[in-house]
T-cell receptor, first 112, second 113 residues
């Protein structure tokens, strides 16, 4: 059973607007969360992360929000750019366990 | 040059054949991982290794085996390939630490006919 879920397989957004990607998790032991970005024919690349001691982490146009009580995190991309068109994976891990559990991914398409 | 390389990048094989996918890294990381990606399922962990003498099964290890020949090399074998092993395979590495960022290779697209 998947412990990390991304319930939206795809998202289409106009250039310049905000993209919001959602991720839910079921394992209460998870305390570190990452977002990866994947282009076709390439491996996933790390985008941004957040630990459970924070509820927000920002890096340029990318912000991740964590709601521990709801076991929910989201990635905001503002403003969205054509180069942001990719598959985004949410991942989670627990302290002392160096494995990552991944969601199914959300394909983002940014329209010009 | 890429830090994590995978060979081959594409492979078509037949049911019952043995196949090996290779991964090499120049990052100096002790930890290495093999994943497969299937549409709608994301990345699932097949095997992982925290050092040369340490090999561990992931969530979907049946039908696969691995070999850690050196710190920099981690190979995945399909002893007798079957069509439902058709997938995109990724190797990854990481450094110990709280921030478990993993670095991925470019992937191998495997098709089993």
């Amino acid at each position: 059973d998947q412990q990390v879920k991304q319930n939206s397989p795809s998202l289409s957004v106009q250039e310049g607007r905000i993209s919001i990607l959602n991720c839910d998790y079921t394992n209460s032991m998870f305390d570190y969360f990452l977002w990866y970005k994947k282009y076709p024919a390439e491996g996933p690349t790390f985008l941004i992360s957040i630990s459970s001691i924070k509820d927000k982490n920002e890096d340029g146009r990318f912000t991740v929000f964590l709601n521990k009580s709801a076991k929910h995190l989201s990635l905001h991309i503002v403003p969205s750019q054509p180069g942001d068109s990719a598959v985004y994976f949410c991942a989670a891990s627990a302290s002392g366990d160096y494995k990552l559990s991944f969601g199914a991914g959300t394909t983002v398409t940014v329209r010009a | 040059d890429a830090d994590v390389t995978q060979t081959p990048r594409n492979r078509i094989t037949k049911t019952g054949k043995r196949i090996m996918l290779e991964c090499s890294q120049t990052k100096g990381h002790d930890r290495m991982y093999w994943y497969r990606q299937d549409p709608g399922l994301g990345l699932r962990l097949i095997y992982y290794s925290f050092d040369v003498k340490d090999i561990n099964k992931g969530e979907i290890s049946d039908g696969y085996s691995v070999s850690r020949q050196a710190q920099a090399k981690f190979s995945l074998s399909l002893e007798s390939a079957i069509p439902n092993q058709t997938a995109l395979y990724f190797c990854a590495t990481s450094d110990p630490g709280f921030y478990n960022e993993q670095f991925f290779g470019p992937g191998t697209r495997l098709t089993v006919l």
